[in-house]
T-cell receptor, first 113, second 116 residues
């Protein structure tokens, strides 16, 4: 398998649930990102990890908790979400935490009910 | 404030017609420039990028873009659009220094519809 893979592709969860989104990259990159894509809004950068250390937390509510156990895997742990958190969550990776091109996964379509 | 502007929210063209999607940015430093395409339900795929050198860059699927520093623009073009080009297109800007290292700033996107 190549590229950036996200699972699950679709997720429906209640506001009291706890779930996790998973991202795996097979490109040998050492920087990984979480983006949120909502309807009619620009992509919002949520978190940046470089060499498994979080280098940016873009004012994201604590109900979103990222985890990067190694350079190939990135998780987004979700708990007590709100309906307005429904969106497409995109994972991306790049080399050396530089603005070279980012490679994106297909995203997880999250619906909070 | 840093921003990327795609002034056209939605563009409709006939198959075979030429296409130009506009992108303007407002930053002081020399940017790294990207165009991405997103098909429904999919992630973003890189079409082309500009880092330095020749200001006219070629990308995949027959797309090209031209960096015009004086106009702070990086417009995407294709001479003849195919029905499969219908998608949403995003312009993005990044920098290689300072506090914004690694971050990409995206425009709101332009939705392209292609008529047969």
């Amino acid at each position: 398998e190549t590229g950036v893979t996200q699972t699950p592709r679709h997720l429906v969860m209640g506001m009291t649930n706890k779930k996790s989104l998973k991202c795996e990259q097979h490109l040998g990159h050492n920087a990984m990102y979480w983006y949120k894509q909502s309807a009619k809004k620009p992509l919002e950068l949520m978190f940046v990890y470089s060499l498994e250390e979080r280098v940016e937390n873009n004012s994201v509510p604590s109900r979103f908790s990222p985890e990067c156990p190694n350079s190939s895997h990135l998780f987004l742990h979700l708990h007590t979400l709100q309906p307005e958190d429904s969106a497409l969550y995109l994972c991306a990776s790049s080399q050396d935490h530089r603005p070279t091109e980012a490679f994106f996964g297909q995203g997880t379509r999250l619906t909070v009910v | 404030a840093q921003s990327v502007t795609q002034p056209d929210i939605h563009i409709t063209v006939s198959e075979g017609a030429s296409l130009e999607l506009r992108c303007n940015y407002s930053y002081g430093a020399t940017p790294y420039l990207f165009w991405y395409v997103q098909s429904p339900g999919q992630g973003l795929q890189l079409l082309l990028k500009y880092f330095s050198g020749d200001t006219l860059v070629q990308g995949i699927k027959g797309f090209e873009a031209e960096f015009k520093r004086s106009q702070s623009s990086f417009n995407l073009r294709k001479p003849s659009v195919h029905w499969s080009d219908a998608a949403e297109y995003f312009c993005a800007v990044g920098f290689d220094r300072g506090s914004t290292l690694g971050r990409l700033y995206f425009g709101r996107g332009t939705q392209l519809t292609v008529w047969p």
